[in-house]
């Protein structure tokens, strides 16, 4: 059986508060000084043949990963490829297949850049401010006031621009429009620009969502001349690497129902959903088989587009089919039906012990529960079987995320950005690194890749938004979570995040509104349980939600909460640490009354016991800390408070803490006095507690407290 603290911080990576309230200790600069530095463009994704024509020169080259790009350059993609460009200012275009595009001079003395699309569809995501980046196409140009739009260029010119988030106006020689967002602006050859609201979001980006592989290939049933054919291809794929099944796809003629169904999983990998789902539909549905694997791709397209899945039972138990077994599990997870999940990923790899990515899924599945010896088995089972499968090696940058071994996880993201620029896991997990290592920057730049990667994923606008709220950029954590509730409203990550950071502002109805909103959603647990693999179980106190109830007058509840939160998993640190506070705010400040001590005292040292190293400071005086230990970085920090009144009565609290990798320490100093009002009644009392932890192994931790 795990320890309970490595099982918590497993759950634990990008859970925590969206700041350090109270804490003097090196704070970050805001999001808006740090995007401020311009820095050259940059291919930050390649997948397929993506090709770049420096300025001045006709010729083109293939493109490589992590190529500067200057003005007057051009990128173009391929079919079946995907490319993406970090632009100045924290702003990422995504480039569709058959797209090009000219990074041109600023065409104001405000905006850093200009981008010319010629033809093909294009992704824009970045949160600078308005008129940094400008649009311009064969039929109009575009100013831009926002930060999220896709626009789409036919080969006639023909032009539609689609505001997310924010605004543009949108101009040619026959008039000009704003958009808002939610709105589209139609541009054809001979007339003014033509505003018309959009309904279907992910049916006009769903060229830019990632779709994991789910086919086992062994079902597939190829003719001889196929396997020959398809031999390069298929050996790619089961070493895990999509792209480059797809690199070597060759072009089928009177194609098979399993050929058909093989070339529709490939093309769905790079987000083709219209050339796929026209696959599936030559499919003569000659078998059972057969129906079962067009079934398992339509799950998974549904899946991803957040769709409802027709004819499936939601109970869905066990089926002959890994691949249907595969789909319906990640339809599961998005449906937060977690055990049912894991048991049709355990069924698939049963059934298909060979099938490399069922192993990654399963152990996607083990981690998401905080069994690490089980998800590190699997893993490295799904890693033997498919050594390119770059989900696997994210999961493996996780788990030794996990360990506190933060330089072999950045490295174990990198080598997953190296097989998969597209997936938007790896980027969440370098930037949590690059955080947790200090580099605030680049860690901004990664989390803000991963959501333009994957742009419908609530979690990675939730984690975007607390990493802004981690560098105390308030306006554009508010605007990364209200995203997030957009996409998901029924995910509470993004309604516990919002809780505290309108906390964090001293908005204290706000806050319960949106923590009692949060509850409602997550079943009415007092423990957090998300559909994602980062936020397994966890208390909500792990960010000191009692300080919200306490703050909002009603101590009671806050008792009532935390008290819940421990009965519902009592080996759960942050549920203990809820505890406890909520007991501290009714403790008799002269220590009189001890009706409450002992309780106190309790709950404080069982969180600390159980807790890892680097969950937050050990100082009980700081209330509120970061959970993440990749948000949480090494350093050192002090706080104070001084409390002085007329009537002679003085109070000071004071601090010192530090975390380094796997030891953490705090020093903590009260001091009260108070004169009294009558002979004899004067109260002079010093309290002085040192904790040290160590923690040697994943599995072990040893503690020291000494008190005075």
Not at 126 to 136: A, D, K, L, W
Not at 331 to 350: D, G, I
Request: glycine residues 6%.
């Amino acid at each position: 059986m795990q320890p309970c603290h490595f099982l918590i911080l497993m759950a634990g990576f990008a859970m925590g508060a969206l700041s350090t309230h109270g804490q003097s200790a090196q704070p970050s600069k805001p999001a808006e000084h740090l995007a401020a530095t311009s820095a050259p463009s940059a291919l930050l994704a390649v997948s397929g043949k993506v090709e770049v024509s420096k300025f001045g020169s006709t010729e083109w080259s293939l493109a490589t990963l992590n190529q500067t790009l200057s003005v007057g350059d051009k990128v173009r993609t391929g079919a079946g490829s995907r490319a993406a460009i970090r632009l100045p200012n924290l702003s990422v275009l995504r480039m569709n297949e058959r797209t090009t595009v000219e990074i041109q001079k600023p065409t104001t003395t405000v905006s850093k850049a200009t981008l010319s699309i010629q033809v093909g569809a294009a992704y824009f995501f970045g949160r600078g401010q308005p008129g940094e980046i400008n649009v311009r196409t064969p039929m109009a140009t575009s100013a831009i006031r926002g930060t999220e739009f896709n626009v789409q260029v036919d080969s006639n010119g023909a032009t539609v621009f689609t505001v997310i988030e924010g605004g543009m106006d949108v101009a040619n020689d026959l008039g000009s429009v704003p958009l808002k967002p939610g709105q589209q602006a139609s541009v054809v050859h001979g007339a003014a620009p033509q505003v018309s609201p959009f309904l279907q979001l992910n049916n006009i980006i769903q060229w830019s969502l990632y779709y994991p592989g789910v086919i086992d290939t062994s079902e597939l049933e190829f003719n001889p001349e196929e396997t020959t054919l398809l031999s390069a291809s298929l050996t790619a794929y089961r070493e895990g690497d999509l792209a480059g099944a797809l690199a070597r796809l060759p072009s089928l003629v009177g194609r098979s129902d399993s050929s058909g169904i093989y070339e529709a999983a490939l093309l769905l990998s790079v987000g083709q959903v219209g050339q796929a789902q026209s696959r599936l539909g030559d499919v003569k549905l000659k078998t059972a088989r057969s129906h079962e694997l067009i079934d398992a791709l339509t799950t998974l397209i549904a899946t991803v587009k957040n769709q409802a899945v027709p004819n499936t039972n939601e109970s869905a138990s066990v089926s002959a089919s890994p691949s249907l077994l595969m789909a319906r599990s990640y339809w599961l997870q998005s449906r937060f039906k977690l055990e049912q999940a894991f048991t049709l990923a355990m069924e698939a790899t049963k059934i298909s012990p060979n099938f490399g990515f069922a192993w990654e899924r399963l152990a996607e599945l083990h981690f998401s529960f905080g069994r690490v010896d089980e998800a590190r088995q699997a893993m490295e089972k799904a890693l033997e079987l498919s050594p390119k499968n770059a989900q696997a090696l994210a999961l493996r940058g996780f788990l030794l995320s996990a360990e506190n071994r933060i330089v072999r996880a950045q490295e174990a993201f990198e080598q997953a950005i190296a097989l998969d620029p597209n997936l938007g896991n790896a980027w969440l997990g370098l930037g949590l690194c690059r955080i947790r290592r200090g580099d605030v920057r680049a860690g901004l730049e990664d989390l803000q890749t991963a959501a333009a990667l994957e742009p419908n994923r609530a979690m990675l606008r939730s984690y975007l938004g607390k990493a802004f709220g981690a560098a105390h950029d308030s306006d554009h954590a508010l605007n990364e979570l209200r995203r997030a509730l957009a996409l998901d409203p029924s995910d509470p990550t993004a309604w516990l995040y919002s809780a505290l950071l309108k906390y964090d502002q001293h908005r204290i109805n706000p806050a319960v509104e949106d923590l009692e909103y949060s509850l409602t959603l997550n079943d009415n647990r007092r423990l957090f349980r998300s559909r994602f693999l980062l936020d397994q179980d966890k208390a909500v106190g792990s960010v000191n939600l009692a300080n919200v109830y306490l703050a909002a007058g009603l101590t009671d509840v806050s008792v009532h909460e935390a008290s819940r939160a421990v009965t519902y998993d009592y080996a759960n640190p942050s549920a203990h640490r809820f505890l406890a506070d909520s007991f501290n705010a009714l403790r008799d400040p002269a220590r009189f009354n001890l009706r409450h001590e002992t309780v106190w005292f309790n709950e404080t040292l069982l969180s600390d016991l159980l807790s890892p190293v680097g969950a937050g400071s050990l100082s009980q005086h700081v209330s509120q800390y970061e959970y993440s230990k990749l948000f949480e970085r090494d350093r050192l920090g002090f706080n104070t408070s001084t409390t002085a009144r007329s009537d002679g009565q003085y109070q000071e609290f004071a601090s010192q803490f530090g975390t380094f990798g796997n030891s953490s320490y705090s020093l903590d100093l009260e001091y009260q006095f108070n004169k009294g009002v009558r002979l004899n009644n004067k109260l002079s009392r010093i309290e002085w507690y040192s904790k040290i932890k160590q923690q040697p192994t994943e599995k072990d931790s040893l503690f020291l407290l000494t008190k005075y």
